[in-house]
């Protein structure tokens, strides 16, 4: 099954173009394609939702070479039907985080993190512009034995993701202490974006508070999770601007399981981890990174076992990063991060509220716009495990003073 948007290309995705962009990336205008290029879908459904993909294989010769040559790419374009996706994508803002992030900041980053033996993998950054069509095009690395997976079950698992998220964060760290420029122009006004999620967020504390009717165990969130829907706008800007009381980092902003890729061995463990989709990077609070960590990438008992300890991890990975590149500046200590950690939670509630009851159900069945659009009903509201679930979590939050009723 796949994106119905996927199905047929755009007209101007044609042979023509492919060879202006191999000319292009190459620098060679004497580059020729061999074969016509053939489209097809770029993901399967239920595996993303912010642009319209496709994959092809560009062969080609050119004067300079005596050898065929042929690459696979995928391709990222706005898409061109009326909708959610339109209107989320309507400006051009993302694709040129993307662009900019995969032309100019991803090979700053590998370099540097290659000078003291580490190493930073990314997709090849093939093409990419906003006019006159937005498009971003990278080097298809599905067949070089790189897979998708579902949520991560065993701590070990974890480790690759916990490190690429580490030398991300440490990496922006570096840039912007020798560029005075770089936390201003990675500054970006994200939670505007986000609100264009809001029939997601009404739908998912319109869910919590139907709970709170329906049964007398969760009756006295009602008044708590009342208040919290008050703030939930300013609350959301607030998270993607610079953080007053940590040290910022360039968060990659839709950290969760569908947008990394992972190289598994014959035992089926994650020997490595890369991750994909740069287009919500932005200069903030690494907490919003580490609540897309534990939320949205293990399993719930991965994440209930190892919680403390996948933190401890990534912090030891920063830490132990920043003194190997020779960063001068303080670095905050571990409990500096639990207490950002702590004063950040409202997004992990908000996690918790719009996102939990998809692992409960069939995403391949289901209308994804229309659920985000808070059209569908949910479907899991009444799965006992479900339920244990969130008034275990909604506990948590009222004691530790993410909820309130005062």
Known sequence: MYNQDELEAPGWLNDKFFRD??????????????????????????????????????RYRSQRSSEEQSVNVIMKTKPEAEGLKKELLDDDGLFAIEIEMYSKVLPEMTRMLKEIGEEYKYPRYIYGALKPRTILILEDISDQGWVMGDFISTLDDMKPIVKDIAMFHAASVMLESTDSKFAERHTYSMGDKFIGFEGMIAKGFGDLMHLTKTYSEFAHFAKPLQKFQDNIRDLYVSFY???????????????????????????????????????????????????????????????????????????????????????????????????????????????YAIFSSFRYMDQTAIDIEALLKGELDNPVLNNPEFKKLMHTELTRFLHQGTLSSV
């Open 241 to 351: 601007n610079h953080s007053k009381t940590y040290q910022n980092v360039l968060i990659h902003g839709d950290f969760h399981s569908k947008n990394m890729l992972h190289k598994i061995d014959a035992e089926g463990r994650h020997t490595d981890t890369i991750l994909l989709d740069y287009q919500i990077c932005c200069w903030t609070s690494p907490a919003v990174d580490l609540y897309y960590l534990l939320d949205m990438i293990p399993t719930q008992e991965v994440k209930d076992k190892h919680r403390s300890e996948l933190i401890y991890m990534y912090y030891q990975q920063y830490s132990d990063l920043l003194k190997r590149l020779g960063y001068l500046g303080k670095i905050p200590s571990l409990l500096d991060l639990q207490i950002e950690l702590l004063r950040y939670a409202s997004l992990e509630l908000i996690h």
């Open 21 to 58: 962009v191999m000319r292009e990336s190459n620098n060679d205008p004497t580059i020729e394609l061999i074969k016509p290029c053939v489209l097809r879908p770029g993901t399967n459904k239920g595996d993303h939702y912010a642009s319209v993909m496709f994959r092809t294989t560009v």
